[in-house]
């Protein structure tokens, strides 16, 4: 009988294994082709300046910002505790569309980035608080 830990490890294999599958094309180093059958590389993915990660002040969560994409983890487990959209109103500002996978409710979040390293927030029920971004192995 295979324990739950070499199954999880079979599983994500297989799940691989079949994404893989899916490819139509093979992978030609990120170029893609251009009329005539020539290479041309691909334009790179717009960056935010919200992009990134973001600590919450008591530690208990990392917020993080991806093209668009948010979710927030939490540290000691690395379990999903929320995910939704964001969009940028203008350089210091952001919205997000925030949906709690704990309470399955979907709130508005407004965040200002008051310093490079800072974003104060306003949820739509008026609860306040900020996230100070975190430090990449690359800073």
Request: net charge neutral; glycine share 10%.
């Amino acid at each position: 009988m295979m324990d739950a830990g070499k199954f999880g490890m079979v599983a994500a294999i297989a799940a691989m294994a079949a994404l893989a599958g899916c490819q139509s094309q093979p992978y030609n180093g990120g170029r893609q082709t251009q009329p005539g059958g020539q290479f041309g590389s691909l334009p790179p993915p717009s960056q935010s300046a919200f992009d990134g990660d973001w600590m919450s002040t008591d530690g208990v969560a990392i917020s993080r910002f991806t093209n668009g994409y948010f979710e927030t983890l939490a540290t000691d487990t690395g379990n999903k505790l929320a995910e939704g959209n964001y969009t940028q109103l203008d350089t210091r500002t952001v919205s997000i569309s925030v949906t709690s996978l704990i309470r399955q409710t979907t709130t508005q979040v407004n965040c200002a980035m008051v310093t490079p390293t800072q974003l104060n927030c306003t949820g739509s029920t008026g609860q306040q608080f900020s996230l100070t971004r975190r430090a990449t192995a690359n800073s």
